[in-house]
């Protein structure tokens, strides 16, 4: 493993790029990017994050580093998911500008040209808009179409439609990423959240060069959970409505039967009416709690103050200082 440190502190832009099992595609990205870059700014790096891969991906960074010291690498002790991997390559951009893609060419290279001259005419978050998700199942459209729905009502900051991670942060913008460390990340909400002088660029989402998607639908769905839950308190608010509801509703009751007693004397209850109420009931009562206890497992993991991620080999990249000065066991026998 070589440590090279040169030319990363005057790099104009830094290209972050997280990847898992994606051997097969760091190639081809390296053909088209790298020209790009070259015609864009003086200086760059490439870092490449491996999120916990299983196959030769490491190895395959290892040699392009070997063949071009600007291509860096940071291999993650397991995998940590891809919004932590982004968060790890931002840690350690340098650039005057951090540009974050996808390794599977579904992010052109050829857009980050459009990229650098909105940054360098003053936009410190140049993100790509989707023009089409024909790469997606139908299933994946709609579910994803109903979510930015859904968020764009509860949410407290509103989504670029279309945006994703693809896009060009200013230093500033990084450096504000950079303070906000908590772990059930929803990087595009926070790419929003954080402002600055915004804009977008319109890309057309090419076919995957090699291998497939990583997202699983749970995955999908345990992310946009995160999402709600990090930018809204509504589905705690619902809750408050929904009791206020059914108390509203059982106090009406109330008064009905107490009425119809007076007037017309008791009768039999039902014993169906009274099973199916008694399940209702319960059945909201334990989704209340269990939406509550997605927020508190939030709290809990954020309290621990765990790290982000652990790094257990750098390609090219110098630990930072405060990395040097951390404690180190004590070897010595007394």
């Known amino acids: 493993m070589t440590r090279s440190d040169a030319g990363v502190a005057d790099a104009e832009l830094s290209v972050v790029a997280p990847v898992h099992n994606e051997s097969e595609n760091i190639g081809p990205l390296l053909q088209r990017l790298l020209p790009v870059l070259e015609h864009c700014a003086p200086s760059f790096e490439v870092i490449f994050v491996d999120d916990g891969s299983t196959d030769d991906t490491l190895d395959v960074l290892r040699a392009a580093h070997e063949k071009d010291p600007r291509v860096r690498a940071l291999s993650l002790s397991r995998n940590f998911g891809k919004e932590v991997a982004i968060a790890a390559g931002l840690d350690h951009a340098r650039g005057a500008a951090a540009i974050i893609m996808d390794a599977d060419l579904q992010h052109p290279p050829e857009a980050i040209k459009t990229f650098v001259g909105l940054w360098r005419d003053g936009y410190k978050n140049v993100f790509g808009q989707r023009t089409d998700r024909g790469a997606d199942s139908r299933l994946r459209r709609m579910l994803t179409q109903r979510f930015y729905r859904l968020f764009g009502s509860v949410g407290e900051t509103s989504l670029p439609e279309g945006a994703g991670d693809f896009r060009l942060l200013d230093a500033k913008a990084v ?160």
């Open 175 to 334: 450096a504000a990423l950079r303070t906000m460390r908590e772990h059930a990340r929803f990087s595009k909400g926070l790419y929003a959240w954080i402002g600055f002088k915004s804009i977008g660029v319109p890309f057309e989402v090419e076919a995957r060069a090699h291998g497939s998607s990583k997202f699983s639908y749970l995955k999908l769905t345990n992310f946009a959970l995160d999402g709600l839950m990090s930018f809204s308190t509504m589905p705690l608010k619902v809750w408050s409505y929904i009791g206020v509801a059914t108390s509203v509703l059982a106090l009406a009751l109330a008064t009905f039967y107490l009425t119809r007693t007076l007037i017309f004397g008791v009768d039999v209850p039902g014993y169906a009416s009274l099973i199916v109420s008694i399940t209702f009931f319960a059945g909201i009562q334990l989704l209340s709690l269990g939406i509550i206890g997605e927020y508190i497992g939030r709290i809990f993991a954020e309290v621990k103050r765990r790290p982000l991620y652990l790094i257990e080999e750098r390609i090219g990249i110098a630990p930072f200082l405060q990395d040097e000065q951390l404690p180190r066991p004590n070897r010595d026998r007394t």
